[in-house]
């Protein structure tokens, strides 16, 4: 298996697919895979794999995908940040066998989803996502709607990522031990190419928040799910770096902007 570092500079969000069903062994494999997929939050995420045609699943984004990965979850606290994490994990796992995805929250035929994984009243399905193999050139419409939402491109560090007050910029040089899970998480997708993380380094603790653009919808918060996303990226490479400990919610109290909202913390362990 390839290092972390390596799977997420290759993630690309993938729209346009081989017209070619899944083989065997890329679907037992993608079936073991979402079974077993934990999260930090204490939220359980349920995935299904779905076959299109039978279900009736369709995206007007999405053109030749066969198969679609979809996640529910509990109405409750934190359940949109455990969706993001855990289905990044599935995005990148998917990247490893040569697989692409694309997060979706509105633009999917969101009841026959909804039906084929049986959401309950007190559940949501914030995202869903086709999974198969990429084709060798995208679709007009992927090409305009990367270019229009500048999908390649991230925000600078300075405006991110910050040294023990929101607003005094972090550099890369003195970030420490999280250099590399800060620039991973960095270049983590978001929805409309939002960006809405926003991070405090203060010694061992790393404080995270949200800087909201997106307002929330019956569908979930899908820059929550954004936040999970992200946290992914940063829990996995500090991981495989060997970075102990863990998150908390431990709200510093920090003097922040309108519409930046605290989501959690990570303690390092010494």
């Known amino acids: 298996m390839p290092p972390i570092t390596d799977t997420i500079l290759r993630r690309v969000s993938v729209r346009t697919f081989e017209d070619r069903p899944l083989a065997d062994e890329d679907r037992a494999d993608l079936e073991a895979f979402i079974a077993g997929i934990e999260t930090p939050f204490d939220v359980p995420v349920t995935f299904r794999l779905l076959d299109a045609e039978p279900h009736s699943l369709k995206s007007p984004v999405i053109v030749g995908a066969h198969s679609y990965v979809a996640a529910k979850v509990a109405r409750v606290h934190g359940a949109d940040l455990a969706c993001g994490y855990a289905f990044e994990c599935f995005c990148l796992h998917a990247i490893e066998r040569g697989l692409g995805s694309v997060m979706l929250a509105a633009s999917l035929s969101r009841k026959t989803f909804e039906q084929a994984m049986e959401v309950a009243p007190n559940e949501v399905m914030p995202v869903a996502s086709p999974v198969g193999y990429p084709a ?52 983590a997708p978001s929805a409309a190419n939002r960006q809405p993380w926003r991070v405090v380094v203060d010694g061992d603790m790393v404080h995270f928040y ?36 863990g998150f908390v919610p431990s709200d510093p109290g920090l003097t922040t902007p309108s519409g930046v909202e605290y989501i959690t913390s990570f303690n390092a362990a010494r």
């Open 136 to 187: 060798a050139k995208r679709s007009l419409r992927e090409s305009m709607m990367r270019k229009a939402i500048k999908s390649d491109e991230r925000l600078p560090w300075e405006q991110i990522f910050f040294s023990g007050a929101y607003g005094t910029p972090l550099r890369p040089s003195d970030a420490g031990i999280f250099s590399q899970p800060l620039e991973m998480m960095r270049l």
């Open 210 to 245: 949200e800087e909201r653009t997106l307002k929330e919808s019956a569908l979930g918060d899908i820059q929550k799910v954004d936040m999970g996303i992200a946290l992914s990226h940063f829990d996995l490479v500090r991981q495989e770096a060997g970075i102990t400990g």
